[in-house]
């Protein structure tokens, strides 16, 4: 069937869709959540529409799934005030707990949470149009790292069970929480991401206020009452609305202490200004990429092409770790464009939930006509659309468009896409690429693509100090979580993985005293008695 006719019939009638993805009845969501309450929000809700069509008697209409609260500032600081009067200066219940029993409390909230992988999968493919088994992985990886978190936090909380003597000062070291935190994650990920930094903020031992992504919203709603019934009272705060509203109205406070955010760099940076000490803010960031693939003339073609495409195309594009430029030598570049055609024209449109299915609507509003105005400017200056039916669209779905040759005057070259555009570059001197990279803002990944290991080798020493992760005959991506994620320039602040996470949401405090008779009897005294959270010899398993 050809890409043409695939559109025409790409949205379905409400009939044609298998009972169990079918969407119910607009769910009308009022509640937020603020010091362990579900409160009802009586003022105005945002639309929550979907990237899916409905085909309905030959007209396609946009399913409307809901809508979610709009709360306004002061609503959006007393979710604040309460994390604050939850955190109370570090003296408060849940900062002062002990780390095990922390601990049984994010193992509480993951069990309730598993038994919403069926309500919060089928919210994923509706809100943002992201395909099935994608939606199921993002779901059962969030738990994975949920898990990979816990056991983390008990071997660094072994770890520092111990007291060390260091000229002649014995001393206990642990990390401790920092104070009152603001989650925000992306919309492409809105549940993994999200709690990539909600989660450890919390074990850590900080008091939250989560707002989630500007799309993906309505499916934190089946995890609201695991929130309030897994945490004490004010340690965990959702809520919802306009971020220019909210968000700005809690850093304006000087009340967080920690700004964990994935988005736009120019997005953070604003955010960052309004807050009154700077100095003590801490920030963890996921920021802007545009990832280059590097193809050199000594390749396998074929995995080249194979990783690029992936790498491109995945979820439309629409990841941060996306490859979103390639630059491809001279030498190779017609086979290689033969080859990515050729693996592009198999890859299935269609809806979320059917079977193989790689290409899916944009959630974005305004996202097709963006891409078109990248590809039409791309086209007045020179490149082409060189794959059939590249650019080709139908509401909020936008077929594959790749664009050859691209050139450094075309908007294609500097901006982050964030879709399904991809833009290859021909070059003859490596020179041309590795400018491209020390010149870039961005400096989160790279993909090299080559067998020569001299060439290889020099290419790696080079791109060391310029991007955080280089991947060498292989896309590039977030995981393994263990691995450091991070970015450098405008791409991150902060390093995220299991490990790292932890460290970034807490600081080392160290309590110290001479090592004398008398010491080491109080110390011990404290020790048998469990006086203290803090000194503590107590061994997690």
């Known amino acids: 069937m050809s890409t043409q006719n695939i559109l025409s019939t790409l949205f379905p009638a409400l009939a044609d869709i298998p009972e169990p993805y079918r969407p119910g009845e ?25 990237p899916v069509y409905l085909d309905v008697d030959g007209v396609d209409e ?33 900062p002062t707990m002990r780390v095990a029993e922390r601990i049984q409390h994010v193992e509480a909230f993951l069990g309730r949470m598993r038994e919403q992988r069926t309500a919060v999968v089928k919210l994923l493919m509706w809100e943002i149009g992201k395909n099935l088994k994608d939606s199921e992985k993002e779901f059962d990886r969030t738990c994975d790292y949920i898990v990979d978190t816990i056991n983390a936090l008990k071997e660094l909380d072994r770890r520092s069970s111990r007291f060390e003597l260091e000229q002649d000062t014995l001393g206990q070291i642990r990390r401790v929480p920092l104070g009152v935190a603001l989650c925000m994650g992306p919309y492409n990920y809105p549940l993994n991401e999200t709690f990539t930094t909600l989660i450890p903020a919390l074990i850590m031992g900080n008091t939250v206020v989560f707002k ?175 794959n059939t039916h590249g650019g080709q669209a139908r509401g909020s779905f936008f077929y594959p468009a790749v664009l050859y040759p691209v050139t450094t005057d075309m908007r294609v070259y500097q901006e982050e896409q964030f879709g399904p555009v991809v833009p290859i570059v021909p070059y003859r001197d490596l020179d041309t690429v590795i400018d491209y990279v020390l010149e870039s803002d961005f400096g989160q990944q790279l993909s090299l ?85 803090f000194l503590t010899t107590d061994y997690i398993f």
Request: one cysteine or more; charged letters at 25%; a positive charge.
């Open 449 to 533: 693509f080559g067998t020569n290991a001299a060439e290889v080798g020099r290419l790696v020493d080079t791109f060391a100090n310029q991007v955080g992760r280089i991947n060498i005959n292989a896309q590039c991506q977030r995981g393994p979580d263990t691995f450091p994620f991070n970015g450098r320039k405008n791409s991150a602040e902060g390093t995220l993985s299991v490990h790292d996470a932890l460290r970034t949401f807490s600081i080392r405090t160290l309590v110290a005293t001479k090592f004398q008779e008398s010491n080491k009897t109080l110390i011990s005294d404290i020790i048998r008695g469990r006086e203290s959270s």
């Open 62 to 94: 946009q399913v409307i799934l809901g809508s979610t609260p709009l709360l306004d500032a002061e609503t959006a600081l007393t979710a604040l005030d309460a994390a604050v009067r939850a955190y109370d200066r570090g003296q408060g219940s849940w």
């Open 212 to 386: 989630p992504a500007k799309l993906g919203v309505l499916l934190i709603r089946p995890l609201l009452e695991a929130f309030r019934d897994s945490f004490p009272a004010g340690v965990i705060n959702v809520i919802y609305g306009s971020g220019r509203e909210t968000v700005s109205a809690l850093m304006a406070s000087g009340k967080i202490d920690i700004f964990a955010f994935i988005g736009t760099n120019k997005a953070a940076s604003d955010l960052k200004k309004l807050h009154p000490k700077p100095h003590r803010l801490r920030a963890a960031l996921g920021l802007d990429a545009k990832n280059p693939g590097i193809v050199l003339p000594e390749v396998d073609l074929d995995n080249a092409v194979n990783e690029a495409v992936t790498g491109s195309l995945s979820f439309n594009g629409q990841r941060c770790t996306a490859l979103k430029i390639l630059f491809v030598h001279e030498e190779v570049v017609d086979r290689f464009i033969e080859k990515f055609n050729h693996k592009l024209a198999t890859l299935k449109p269609g809806m979320p939930w059917e079977n193989g299915v790689a290409l899916t609507p944009l959630p974005e509003s305004g996202k097709v006509d963006y891409l078109h105005g990248l590809m039409d400017d791309a086209v007045r200056k020179g490149a082409k659309v060189i």
């Open 26 to 50: 607009p769910i009308e969501q009022r509640e937020y959540l603020v010091e362990g309450t579900l409160r009802t929000w009586n003022g105005p809700l945002a639309a929550v529409r979907s």
